[in-house]
């Protein structure tokens, strides 16, 4: 086979190769992913809203110190909040600053008045000293982010 004709089938598999990447780069996130109607909130740049039917957490506290804990605990706190808006709240997702930091939160809409929790568990091992975690959470509400904190003073045994 003549050398231009191998070079020319090297350069037609290399744009095939990047076609099919290219395509599968652009597949939407079907894990995790966020719908845009769930963040689509009516709110200017300042944060302020003029729909009165957003909802809204109201949370009795968004921290929680679990005092002095030995290295190796397992501690869990439940942070209730109450939907203080005018209309359902949707939870997108709740991520933990780190993989010790372990967050269960509803997935079902919570109504306007309706009272829910997020359940936060803490895995201390490895970790020594004053340690901070923080869960973030992505809403319907505006602002759409709403980060929760953990802190704890671990002793080594």
């Known amino acids: 086979m003549p050398p231009y004709t191998m070079k020319s089938r090297r350069c037609l598999n290399l744009a095939i190769a990047c076609l099919i990447l ?65 209309g359902d709240l949707l939870i997108a997702s709740a991520s933990g600053s780190c993989g ?8 079902n809409p919570i109504h306007a008045g309706d009272k829910s929790s997020i359940k936060v568990t803490f895995d201390s091992a490895g970790k020594n000293g004053k340690v901070s975690k923080t869960v973030t959470i992505i809403s319907n509400t505006i602002p759409n982010t709403k980060v929760i904190t953990i802190t704890a003073d671990i002793l080594v045994p």
């Open 22 to 86: 290219g395509i599968s780069a652009c597949k939407p996130k079907e894990n995790g992913a966020i719908s845009p109607d769930l963040v689509n909130n009516p709110a200017s740049a300042d944060g302020s809203s003029s729909d009165a039917s957003v909802p809204r957490f109201e949370f009795v506290s968004d921290t929680h110190d679990f005092g002095t804990i030995k290295q190796g605990d397992k501690v869990s706190f439940q942070f209730d909040f109450t939907n203080a808006g005018k």
């Open 100 to 107: 010790c930091t372990v967050p269960e939160y509803p997935k």
